[in-house]
Protein backbone atom coordinates (compact mmCIF):
# COMPACT_ATOMS: atom_id res chain seq x y z
CA UNK A 1 0.00 0.00 0.00
CA UNK A 2 0.82 3.43 -0.43
CA UNK A 3 -0.23 6.84 1.41
CA UNK A 4 -0.25 10.06 -1.32
CA UNK A 5 -0.46 13.32 0.06
CA UNK A 6 -0.83 16.24 -2.05
CA UNK A 7 0.27 19.88 -1.07
CA UNK A 8 1.19 23.49 -3.24
CA UNK A 9 -2.60 24.11 -4.27
CA UNK A 10 -3.82 27.58 -3.45
CA UNK A 11 -5.41 30.86 -5.48
CA UNK A 12 -3.27 32.86 -7.98
CA UNK A 13 -4.13 34.87 -11.23
CA UNK A 14 -4.58 34.04 -14.88
CA UNK A 15 -1.02 33.82 -16.38
CA UNK A 16 0.63 32.58 -12.99
CA UNK A 17 2.54 29.51 -11.26
CA UNK A 18 1.97 27.13 -9.21
CA UNK A 19 3.66 23.84 -8.08
CA UNK A 20 1.90 21.37 -6.47
CA UNK A 21 3.73 18.17 -4.79
CA UNK A 22 2.72 14.91 -3.91
CA UNK A 23 4.31 13.06 -1.10
CA UNK A 24 3.97 9.11 -0.96
CA UNK A 25 4.71 7.20 2.06
CA UNK A 26 4.30 3.08 2.55
CA UNK A 27 6.22 0.77 -0.44
CA UNK A 28 9.11 1.46 -2.80
CA UNK A 29 7.60 4.95 -4.76
CA UNK A 30 10.18 3.68 -7.60
CA UNK A 31 7.73 0.99 -8.20
CA UNK A 32 4.47 3.15 -9.10
CA UNK A 33 3.78 4.72 -11.88
CA UNK A 34 2.41 7.94 -10.94
CA UNK A 35 -0.98 10.71 -12.63
CA UNK A 36 -2.40 13.75 -11.77
CA UNK A 37 -6.00 14.35 -12.37
CA UNK A 38 -8.80 16.95 -11.59
CA UNK A 39 -12.15 17.64 -11.19
CA UNK A 40 -13.94 20.62 -11.59
CA UNK A 41 -17.44 21.41 -9.89
CA UNK A 42 -20.16 19.72 -11.88
CA UNK A 43 -17.78 17.66 -14.18
CA UNK A 44 -15.85 14.60 -14.13
CA UNK A 45 -12.61 13.98 -13.00
CA UNK A 46 -10.25 14.26 -15.92
CA UNK A 47 -6.79 12.92 -16.31
CA UNK A 48 -3.67 15.79 -16.69
CA UNK A 49 -0.46 14.51 -16.70
CA UNK A 50 1.38 11.24 -15.83
CA UNK A 51 4.80 9.55 -15.30
CA UNK A 52 6.05 6.19 -15.25
CA UNK A 53 7.91 4.51 -12.66
CA UNK A 54 11.07 5.06 -13.96
CA UNK A 55 10.23 8.77 -14.67
CA UNK A 56 11.64 8.15 -18.37
CA UNK A 57 7.89 8.25 -19.68
CA UNK A 58 5.64 11.01 -18.94
CA UNK A 59 1.97 12.12 -20.77
CA UNK A 60 -0.13 15.01 -20.37
CA UNK A 61 -3.41 15.84 -21.64
CA UNK A 62 -3.63 17.91 -24.68
CA UNK A 63 -5.11 21.22 -22.97
CA UNK A 64 -1.85 21.36 -20.40
CA UNK A 65 0.56 20.22 -23.20
CA UNK A 66 3.13 23.22 -23.08
CA UNK A 67 1.97 24.63 -19.68
CA UNK A 68 2.61 21.67 -17.05
CA UNK A 69 4.86 19.32 -16.61
CA UNK A 70 5.46 16.47 -14.22
CA UNK A 71 8.45 15.41 -12.41
CA UNK A 72 9.41 12.60 -10.08
CA UNK A 73 11.69 12.13 -7.28
CA UNK A 74 12.25 8.85 -6.40
CA UNK A 75 15.05 9.53 -3.39
CA UNK A 76 12.30 12.16 -1.74
CA UNK A 77 9.35 10.17 -2.74
CA UNK A 78 7.76 12.58 -4.88
CA UNK A 79 5.70 13.75 -7.65
CA UNK A 80 5.30 17.58 -8.91
CA UNK A 81 3.03 18.99 -11.33
CA UNK A 82 4.66 22.42 -12.01
CA UNK A 83 1.73 24.74 -13.92
CA UNK A 84 2.63 27.72 -15.89
CA UNK A 85 0.49 30.42 -17.41
CA UNK A 86 -2.82 29.35 -15.50
CA UNK A 87 -6.16 30.02 -17.02
CA UNK A 88 -9.40 29.75 -14.91
CA UNK A 89 -10.62 26.72 -16.99
CA UNK A 90 -7.77 25.10 -14.56
CA UNK A 91 -9.69 25.85 -11.26
CA UNK A 92 -10.14 22.33 -9.86
CA UNK A 93 -9.37 20.32 -6.74
CA UNK A 94 -6.24 18.19 -8.13
CA UNK A 95 -5.69 14.72 -7.16
CA UNK A 96 -2.56 12.71 -7.29
CA UNK A 97 -2.73 8.80 -8.03
CA UNK A 98 -0.21 5.72 -7.51
CA UNK A 99 -0.57 2.63 -9.88
CA UNK A 100 1.64 -0.59 -8.91
CA UNK A 101 3.77 -1.11 -11.33
CA UNK A 102 7.73 -2.10 -11.24
CA UNK A 103 11.27 -0.37 -10.81
CA UNK A 104 12.65 0.50 -14.18
CA UNK A 105 9.15 0.33 -15.85
CA UNK A 106 8.30 3.15 -18.81
CA UNK A 107 4.86 2.69 -18.42
CA UNK A 108 2.47 5.95 -18.07
CA UNK A 109 -1.45 5.57 -17.87
CA UNK A 110 -4.21 8.31 -18.55
CA UNK A 111 -7.02 6.21 -17.88
CA UNK A 112 -8.63 6.98 -13.75
CA UNK A 113 -9.29 3.08 -13.42
CA UNK A 114 -5.76 2.20 -14.30
CA UNK A 115 -4.78 3.73 -10.90
CA UNK A 116 -4.87 2.08 -7.73
CA UNK A 117 -4.23 4.78 -4.78
CA UNK A 118 -5.51 8.47 -4.63
CA UNK A 119 -4.32 11.21 -2.44
CA UNK A 120 -7.56 13.50 -0.74
CA UNK A 121 -6.95 16.51 -3.35
CA UNK A 122 -5.63 19.76 -3.08
CA UNK A 123 -7.47 23.00 -4.51
CA UNK A 124 -6.54 25.38 -7.01
CA UNK A 125 -8.46 28.64 -8.30
CA UNK A 126 -7.28 31.07 -11.00
CA UNK A 127 -9.06 34.23 -11.20
CA UNK A 128 -9.29 36.21 -14.60
Known amino acids: QVQLVESGGGSVQAGGSLRLSCTASGRTFSTYAMGWFRQAPGKEREFVAAISASGGGTGYADSVKGRFTISRDNVKNTVTLQMNSLKPEDTAVYYC?????????????????????WGQGTQVTVSS
Open 97 to 117: AARDMFSGSNSYFNRRSAYNY
